[in-house]
């Protein structure tokens, strides 16, 4: 079991909330804690589009709930028909996210209807509480272990990156045990779900709360950063195309020369993604140690395919689409590595300007 960064600022923004309430004397402060519960996000960006449309529903909910309270009292039927309004406007303004806590102040204000003065003095007082327990959650997020989407996206790319190399590496001659096998897509398929999660936050951020030129628009260096996560997404989604490719079409011939010619156009492809993502990292020299040639090469094996004549007709068409496959990766992992040496050389040529605009004010 992990203890996420998440897990415990849920839980600082839940004693948060009890000791402001217990503070101005609000009660009853569960219903602060619920709704800082409800609140916390996954991203500073999503946190405060939560809390913005958190505050304008519950707001049309308290005033639904008053003037429902006032005509109708605290009857069960009412507070049913009042969720069900509630409900429908939330979903018409497209704010499904919101609809758990909306209901929570409708009821929590509802519940204690009957005395008009009782009333509005009840209500203001639990949406109070609710509004204390939606900021805590929003300030405990921002304050404490702000998101670090790129370090995990990062951390995420490696994690992917190993399994499918696993899984490519023992695809042909398919050495790798059933059990174990099964295991390791699993295990790759949640972390590529895990990492689309973190890149759609991570870019999200970038773009609503990045850093923006004279005009507001976003940095160049953002864009070209983001098209490079998008990229190595890409060319990891491809290589899961491939595995499974290869699962479903690949035949294996008497003739073991056509598995090993496989095997090494594979190992070449899967090289040269690994390498590209070294450089990126920084941990490999920039020029003239990757060989940008997965595109010509994967091309060129594919046509070699194409002129075999050694086989019969299905199996020349599923050897084709093996290597077809295989030069759609290739063409992904040709484009991934245009994008970063971009990316680092626009970087690297950034940084003298820099210095020199420095030494010009010096």
């Given at each position: 079991m992990e203890l996420g960064a998440r897990v415990l600022k849920t839980g600082v923004a839940v004693t948060l909330a009890l000791y402001i309430c217990a503070l101005m004397e609000l009660t009853?402060?569960?219903?602060?804690?619920?709704?800082?519960?409800?609140?916390?996000?996954?991203?500073?960006?999503?946190?405060?589009?939560?809390?913005?449309?958190?505050?304008?529903?519950n707001v049309l909910g308290a005033g639904l709930?008053?003037?429902?309270?006032?005509?109708?009292?605290?009857?069960?039927?009412?507070?049913?028909?009042?969720?069900?309004?509630?409900?429908?406007?939330?979903?018409?303004?497209?704010?499904?996210?919101?609809?758990?806590?909306?209901?929570?102040?409708?009821?929590?204000?509802?519940?204690?209807?009957?005395?008009?003065?009782?009333?509005?003095?009840f209500a203001v007082n639990r949406f109070l509480i609710i509004m204390i327990g939606?900021?805590?959650?929003?300030?405990?997020?921002?304050?404490?272990?702000?998101?670090?989407?790129?370090?995990?996206?990062?951390?995420?790319v490696q994690s992917v990156f190993s399994r499918l190399s696993l899984l490519l590496r023992n695809?042909?001659?398919?050495?790798?045990?059933?059990?174990?096998?099964?295991k390791q897509r699993e295990e790759m398929l949640k972390a590529l779900h895990k990492l689309e999660d973190i890149y759609e936050m991570f870019e999200e951020e970038r773009k609503k709360l990045g850093k923006r030129g004279k005009?507001?628009?976003?940095?160049?260096?953002?864009?070209?950063?983001?098209?490079?996560?998008?990229?190595?997404?890409?060319?990891?989604?491809?290589?899961?195309?491939?595995?499974?490719?290869?699962?479903r079409y690949y035949v294996h011939l008497a003739?073991?020369?056509?598995d090993e010619r496989f095997d090494r156009q594979m190992e070449e492809l899967i090289k040269h993604h690994e390498l590209v993502q070294l450089k990126f990292e920084g941990k490999l020299k920039v020029e003239g140690t990757v060989p940008n040639?997965?595109?010509?090469?994967?091309?060129?094996?594919?046509q070699e395919m194409m002129k075999n004549r050694s086989l019969d007709e299905e199996q020349l068409s599923r050897v084709i689409l093996v290597a077809a496959t295989m030069?759609?990766?290739?063409?992904?992992?040709?484009?991934?590595?245009?994008?970063?040496?971009?990316?680092?050389?626009?970087?690297?040529?950034?940084?003298p300007s820099r210095e020199d605009k420095r030494s010009e004010i010096e």
């Open positions: 009853p402060a569960l219903i602060g804690a619920v709704a800082a519960i409800l609140t916390m996000q996954p991203s500073i960006y999503r946190s405060w589009r939560h809390i913005r449309d958190q505050v304008r529903t709930a008053l003037l429902a309270g006032l005509f109708f009292s605290n009857e069960p039927i009412a507070i049913g028909m009042i969720c069900i309004v509630v409900i429908m406007i939330c979903l018409k303004l497209k704010m499904e996210s919101t609809i758990g806590l909306t209901l929570v102040t409708v009821i929590a204000i509802m519940d204690v209807a009957g005395d008009a003065s009782v009333h509005w003095s939606i900021g805590s959650a929003f300030l405990v997020n921002i304050a404490f272990f702000p998101p670090q989407h790129e370090k995990h996206f990062l951390k995420q695809s042909i001659f398919d050495k790798i045990k059933e059990s174990v096998y099964k005009r507001g628009k976003r940095t160049l260096n953002d864009a070209r950063l983001l098209l490079v996560y998008k990229q190595m997404l890409r060319t990891l989604r491809k290589g899961l195309d491939l595995q499974e490719t290869i699962g003739d073991s020369s056509m040639r997965s595109e010509a090469s994967s091309e060129s094996f594919l030069y759609d990766y290739g063409c992904q992992i040709t484009r991934l590595d245009r994008v970063v040496n971009h990316y680092m050389d626009k970087t690297k040529s950034a940084k």
